[in-house]
């Protein structure tokens, strides 16, 4: 029986499996929503009341679920600190919390997360090597970003520090925290306007900031659209023709642009990845 | 006779045809700038009147116009569910509702994008050609964007639901639909100010939002420059001297820098696509 | 005489150029700056006087000077047509125009403009070949870039049309034109929040807005870099050395990295071109 | 003595110096905390009075050590006149002229950039590299950059000046250098709404100044993210293995894709490097 529930709960590939699937991220988006709903004021309190119920009855299912998953995982160790099994585990756990610091039920959205396992549950095989693209980028490009980030922060601080000696407490920028908030609200290019300069030199100052924020976007931008176009092209020159060696393919491309022979493109024989 | 008025009204070539086409988006164009006059408080009632007459006259004959077109297109199915025939029946249609639901007449505005035709009436063959690239760019990335807005997404609801636990109703952040607007205007660092952050933590909160709307900005416009690099690359790549073999020619560029021998750029010879 | 004038006025070779282009670009720098100052509330009326003569001064020097401009050009009709003729009679021309019109007097800091010849003056050969590569960017973006800002501005008109409808005068939407004014100032993300739109309708509409605008500002992006990506390229293969074939060269180089031979860089020999 | 106090003090190898490093790091971290908390008002007096004695006490054993680096360093003036001499003075001096000017010790955060050392301590060969090849791109693009913001600014103080004719001082445009600053706010899409202008002319101008900005900031980031590639490119190259010449290996790859032979990568063999 455990390996019934484990077919059912964790795979995808039978009609059981499936549906499990299909109807588990349906009444995630579901009781998302009503969460969502039940802050509105323009809700009578009748219906609140009718919504809280049913954020308990679907928690309830949604700890069901993750009992029956520990319980028919393969390896139960491995689930429950896998990336799913503590998604799996935030999901339920607000509305507990929530008994004793009642804010802790709007962090029930997390459950939100649980949505991404659509992509494995309907096969969007060509979505998945595109986000894996993505990630891969970013994860290469992790450490120049860190550097990045390291210095718009130190940046901040000071700049921050700077105009709270400038400005001071009576033009809004009460201590150096908020200065350096008002810093990354600018940097950022945000713009709030709940605090601006007054002074003429501290308005100087910001259009430097700005100036600055405006250009050093560049610099993630750069660091993401290189590694980026490198992944591409690798991508791509794996789509050599092998008859002809004619490259610079179509990423979606399946014969040859030059003699028609096939292409080694993973994406043209879904068949044996998938069954 | 419906030969003929397909001519003129569908065809560009004949004189008659290409009057016509003219006179439709001038006429398109001053509709559109008088819809917008009748919206200004500073222009008298009577002035209003006189521009509300204009309306119907411009949407009647323009309604004309779409029963011609239907009447005289070769294939009518196609043309009444092809892009510009749903346009053309958008562009008459809210005149008509707004005899029920009066807001309904600003709709009216949607003709603007039948001036699109002006492409191809006017053989601006290089803007289409430029068009093109960068809806095929588009097109390759689509999956990308997609992922990339569904991951979006999710973190705003998640973003937006923590700051309305952590501020709250007394802080403007009125209901998780609220919260998740302003994340929205956050992250795409438009910044009205309507609603901020008030409490420490809030502002912290926010301050990373912004840090990361301001980083992740960097994945579509890497995503959109490498696809586009690598169609311009491959616009470039056909642009190979058949001669010598000297490649990476300009896009306009007629003959080869090396040896002097006409280049295969279909640019360069108008003539037959346009006749 | 008139060759002599030439020779210091529109020349930068002798000593004699080159201290009359210097003095000029020194005299409109803090002519501007007067300009500028006179605008301020805290400077007493008293020096105001003074900066207003200063302005009258600077003038009239400036139209001696183009006076003498048009006598000593040596094709008068191509200097007043050039871009730099018409600059310089936009510098002097606003300060006659506030004899008639007071605000007029502003536009004097057009002549700032005439700044720009520093470069030539200065001999900074590497700026303006840089600036030349971006020039030549844009220039050859140009049909990309208008085809984007046409589809733009249309989405403007009609998503500010629908936003009227949706918020009508009494959220602050008060014409249609205000509302395009709206759109443009959402999908660009600066976000003033002088107009915000108050239906939850509206608000949704707007977020929808700033996610089309936070995505779509990657299309130029894209547009710019792949084509200074391309004609960056085309600069650095012109940097493969003659001897041992070897390219990739960085831009500043002077010899080639793996024979030590020359490298056919115009930048390497700045005598030729400058003498 | 004065040898040994070197190795502590500016080596990294030896226990004593990497543990004086990592020591002197923490204490500048807590330091700079400390200059935060003491500017928020939700903190009480007495504790204010405690970190100020904190920071005095910082600031006092900071300048031991600065008299102890100029005393054991090696070579003195290259020492006090280098970028981390420099900021070694920087972090101390502002607590001494603040007996005088009291604003002035807000400025002890520049301290903070003395944490950049910790790249060296723990020997962060990669993110070196990487931060070399972002400073690398930046150097390279430094021209354009500096003709891109020359550029900029001659266009803000032109618009700035226009809008000052246009709004005047009773919409908020009180002065030029004002309304200059107002361009910038909305040029950089910062956007604070504390001056918008008012007269349908000037919202046309400022929408047209909010255009101009969206797409100009397509430039800097083309020039950074081209010549990143470019670096980009020039690091894979080297990436060629030496046995069968496969090249575009990852920049992280120890070993040749195809033939399994090791590459000349640097990051390769640390060991070299570092002992």
């Given at each position: 029986m455990r390996e019934t529930l484990n077919t059912i709960i964790f795979g995808t590939k039978t009609p059981a499996g499936k549906f499990f699937d299909l109807a588990l991220i349906w009444a995630i988006v579901i009781s998302v929503v009503l969460i969502l709903l039940a802050?509105?004021?323009?809700?009578?309190e009748e219906y609140r009341r009718g919504l809280y119920m049913a954020e308990w009855v679907f928690t309830i299912l949604f700890t069901i679920e993750y009992a029956l998953r520990i319980y028919s995982a393969r390896d139960r160790k491995q689930y429950i600190f896998s990336f799913y099994g503590v998604v799996d585990l935030l999901s339920i756990l607000p509305l507990y919390i929530s008994l004793i610091f009642?804010?802790?039920?709007?962090?029930?959205?997390?459950?939100?997360?649980?949505?991404?396992r659509i992509f494995r549950v309907l096969k969007l095989l060509r979505y998945m090597k595109d986000a894996n693209l993505l990630l891969r980028s970013l994860w290469h490009s992790r450490r120049k970003i860190m550097v990045f980030f390291g210095t718009v922060l130190i940046m901040c601080v000071i700049i921050g520090s700077v105009m709270y000696a400038v400005e001071?407490?009576?033009?809004?920028?009460?201590?150096i925290p908020k200065s350096i908030y008002w810093t990354i609200v600018t940097i950022t290019t945000v713009?709030?306007?709940?605090i601006t300069p007054q002074t003429n030199f501290g308005q100087g100052l910001a259009a430097a900031t700005m100036l600055l924020g405006y250009s050093i976007i560049a610099v993630p931008t750069g660091i993401i659209t290189s590694q980026m176009a490198s992944e591409l092209r690798r991508d791509t020159m794996l789509l050599n023709c092998l008859a002809c060696g004619r490259g610079n393919h179509e990423t979606e491309a399946r014969f040859c642009l030059k003699c028609g022979a096939e292409l080694p493109n993973d994406l043209a024989e879904p068949e044996d990845d998938v069954s």
């Open positions: 802050t509105i004021d323009a809700i009578s009642p804010q802790a039920s709007y962090l029930l959205v997390i459950r939100l997360l649980r949505v991404l001071g407490p009576e033009n809004g920028f009460t201590s713009g709030y306007g709940d």
